[in-house]
């Protein structure tokens, strides 16, 4: 099974401040990589996709980036609304996994 | 718009069995896969099953395999998890989520609000 490695496994960060997350596979998985945004209570939201590409509706500061096994995920400018736990997770192949999240609170 | 009701969860002795539902409305259903994720209280999420857009094809993750089934009903628009020989370590909050994909895995795009299973004696 390929493992997904999230670091930092929780961040504390002010308003308007760039937040980056990182995730890295146990094998290269191309740019078969996806990242989740879930708040408490609620389900996952899917944010990138395909390692870069901007699901629809989701604000333009969040991004994504890497490909075979190092990815990044970044928020340009953090807002109070983006408090939750960030996930990447891998598709390349059966069965696929999850980081172990990152939990970002404000300071 | 698209949605996904999940039901059927509860509390259940270990051993037994319990059968999660999943409807969806607002898509086609019979274009999509569909999966089971499930997140363990206060843990991440965890990837249970898959099913292809017709039933064809499905996937388990090995902590679930043979003792869970994944079907569909393309006519009611509705997918089931059968969950067999439940143990303690299933208790979790189980999503169905949508496959942007039919035949094949990709972004989970549209997910349930989930449905609790407890797992207690």
């Known amino acids: 099974d390929i493992q997904m490695t999230q670091s930092p496994s929780s961040l504390s960060a002010s308003v308007g401040d760039r937040v980056t997350i990182t995730c890295q596979a146990s094998h290269d998985i191309s740019i078969f990589l996806n990242w989740y945004q879930q708040k408490p209570g609620e389900a996952p939201k899917l944010l990138i996709y395909?390692?870069?590409n901007l699901e629809t509706g989701v604000p333009s500061r969040f991004s994504g980036s890497g490909s075979g096994t190092d990815f990044t995920f970044t928020i340009s400018s953090l807002q109070p609304d983006d408090i939750a736990t960030y996930y990447c997770q891998h598709y390349d192949n059966v069965p696929i996994t999850f980081g172990q999240g990152t939990r970002l609170e404000i300071k | 718009q698209v949605q996904l009701v999940e039901s059927g969860g509860g509390v259940v002795q270990p051993g037994r069995s319990l059968r999660l539902s999943c409807a969806a409305s607002?898509?086609?259903?019979?274009?999509?896969?569909m999966h089971w994720v499930r997140q363990a209280p206060g843990k991440g999420l965890e990837w249970v099953t898959v099913i292809w857009y017709d039933g064809s094809n499905k996937y388990y993750a090995d902590s679930v395999k043979g003792r869970f089934t994944i079907s569909r009903d393309n006519s009611k628009n509705t997918v089931y998890l059968q969950m067999n020989s439940l143990r303690a370590e299933d208790t979790a909050v189980y999503y169905c989520?949508?496959?942007?994909?039919?035949?094949?895995?990709?972004?989970?795009?549209?997910w349930g609000q989930g449905t609790l299973v407890t797992v207690s004696s």
């Open positions: 989520a949508r496959d942007n994909l039919a035949a094949a895995i990709s972004n989970l795009d549209f």
């Open positions: 395909a390692a870069s």
């Open positions: 607002g898509f086609t259903f019979s274009s999509y896969g």
